[in-house]
């Protein structure tokens, strides 16, 4: 189906998107800001590239749920690359291709093998992310230097090349989908491919080249994010896929095919950032953000399907729920104004940013709960907690980071995902003037001293010293003999990194221990069940787990006890969470490393007001890390509860 007046039919989506600007910039004092407005630009620059490759995609009546993984994938092809001593425009051009070998593989399998784009690229998203894991052994690639991060941080006669980017991209996007025989054929296609096959209009090469401009544009999005965070990360993307798909759909594209607009995609990436960092600004959570994206999308698609509904008159539609509708947008004004009075009133109290990996672990939980008992010491000050849905989403801590720039917090607390790629958020703090604390992952010194970076360190090498402790009450339990496994968490996290090897090195110390197996449980309680399970089919003789989280611990237990090895297996955690804490009671866990992560938040909160009085503290802090068992809880008066 061709579509007609494209800036006449985006204009319904334009105008959702003033009105949602005009409504935050009256609920947060600091929208408006110039610094502010840039951030929302290039924050949503990455997803805009990525949806205009997947609007091509859409129209045509398919998905692409692969490019995510396929950007993580083609950053490290482009990281290897850059280190590799390649010229800086080769490797550029080896990132593009290598995101379009995936969507020739995509199209390929579409149109010749006949699969439904759905389970391709689900399949891709699965394999790219595996050979991106693989190909660095689940570790990021980083530093390329000034003239690659120009990409990210450099400006044209004024203008961020960021911006420069997308705009080349959306002019080509408009040029190919209205100039063209071949966006006439898209549209086509995707309105009815039957029709368009008989009227000559060769469908498959059609299709191929669409899933080839979404792959080509994935590798346009690897470098623009690792240009960024000065990082390619095997994990990186996660997620992306949605973002994009949201973008598309918000901006008018309908997903039964044949219809769509890229200025409309366009609007709809800005209306997803501006979304996101408006509910950053008034310190939303990251978890309710998730809820009104979901109810745009879902807004969004409600909208498409009215559209197309024999019958419908928007006017017999407002006249029929007038009542109802009336009734929801005096809720929504009545909620607005509380969230806008109480946001007004709170920009002049002096604040605090504490940028967490996640909020959905245990330890972080903990960790923030900490933070918010510290802050009741201080009255005068306010805390303001953000973390990712994902532990190794860096570039989102990025956008925290500068979005609590633009809110003028006093200082930031920040447990970074990343010991590198953290590094450009740090950047733009120490040009503001905001003091930085990291807390429990070591930066690289070496890149850290390279940029000129200033922070005070709390807490942030005990993780291998956990490991290290670890490692002793096993050798101890088991008299220093038996074979050992490990239970590791998501491949490349520093935390993860830090206790394994320090356990790995304090294991060389003991001959008669062996690890005859170190698997990735990804943090996850499921996971480190069904992986302990497989392990304990294949090695019956095991006698001790040391698991990187507790979440993974309790995860073994349950395999082991379901095995029939309950006492028969030493397992020690990490983090000594309340669920470990009353496994290790009730005797089915021997112990577990702790860091006090309550402790953690609350004194960095107390540190954090010291600095900004003024108070002079040592560039690191630590406080106390142990071993966690039995003995020290009943010490302490836990009592052994009931199985």
Known sequence: MKKAGEFRQIIPVFMAFIIICAVISLLSPNFL??????????????????????????????????????????????????????????????????????????GFLVTRGKLPPFIVTLGTMSIARGVALVLNNGKPVSDFGSSFRFIAEGKIVGIPVFILIVVLVYILAYIILNKTPFGR???????????????????????LWVYIISGVLAGLGAIMLTARIDSAQPTAGIMFELDAIAATVVGGTSLT??????????????????????????????????????????????????????????????KKYAVSLVLILMLVIAGLSFVGIRSWNQAKIPKIGFIMKTLNNPFFIDMAKGAKNGIKEYPEYRLIIQAPEREVDVEQQVRYMENMITN??????????????????L????????????????????????????????????????????????????????????LE??????????????????????????????????????????????????HRDVQGIFACNDLMALGAVAAAE?????????????DATEDAQKAILQGRMAGSVSLYPALMGEEAVKYAVKIIQGEKLPEEIKIRIEMITKETLEKEGWETPDE
């Open 33 to 106: 800001t110039a610094t502010n407005l840039q951030n929302v630009i290039l924050q949503a620059s990455i997803n805009a590239v990525l949806a205009a490759g997947m609007t091509f995609v859409i129209i045509t009546a398919g998905i692409d749920l692969s490019v995510g993984s396929v950007l993580a994938f083609s950053g490290i092809i482009l990281g290897f690359a850059l280190h590799g001593g390649m010229p800086l425009f080769p490797a550029l051009l080896l990132g593009l291709f290598s995101g379009s070998v995936f969507g020739y593989i995509n």
């Open 408 to 425: 003028k917090v006093k200082i930031i607390c920040i447990t970074p995902s990343g010991s590198k790629e953290i590094l450009p958020g």
């Open 489 to 538: 968490g998501i491949h490349g996290t520093q935390a993860n990194d830090l206790r394994k090897q320090g356990f790995r090195d304090t294991l060389k110390h003991y001959p008669g221990l062996k690890v005859v197996s170190s698997q990735t449980a990804d943090w996850e309680r499921g996971k480190g069940f069904d992986v302990t399970q497989n392990i304990l089919q294949a």
């Open 562 to 574: 379901q095995a029939g090895m309950k006492g028969k297996v030493i397992i020690v955690g990490f």
């Open 185 to 207: 054929y898209v549209y086509a296609t995707g309105g009815n491919p039957e029709a368009a096959h008989l009227s000559g209009i060769n469908t498959n090469k059609v299709l």
């Open 257 to 318: 095919g044949g219809y769509g607009f890229i200025t409309g995609t366009l609007v709809g990436a800005m209306i997803i950032s501006v979304i996101r960092n408006g509910l950053n600004l008034l310190d939303v959570s990251s978890f309710i953000q998730q809820i009104v994206i979901g109810i745009v999308i879902i807004l969004a698609v409600l909208i498409d399907r009215f559209k197309y509904r024999p019958g419908f008159s928007v006017q017999k539609f407002l």
């Open 427 to 486: 950047v733009q703090a120490n040009k503001a003037g905001i003091p930085v604390i990291v807390i429990d992952t070591l930066l690289d010194e070496e890149m850290v001293k390279k940029r000129n970076i200033k922070y005070t360190a709390f807490n942030v090498l005990d993780n291998y010293k956990g490991g290290e402790i670890a490692a002793q009450f096993m050798a101890k339990k088991l008299n220093g003999k038996g074979e050992v496994v490990i």
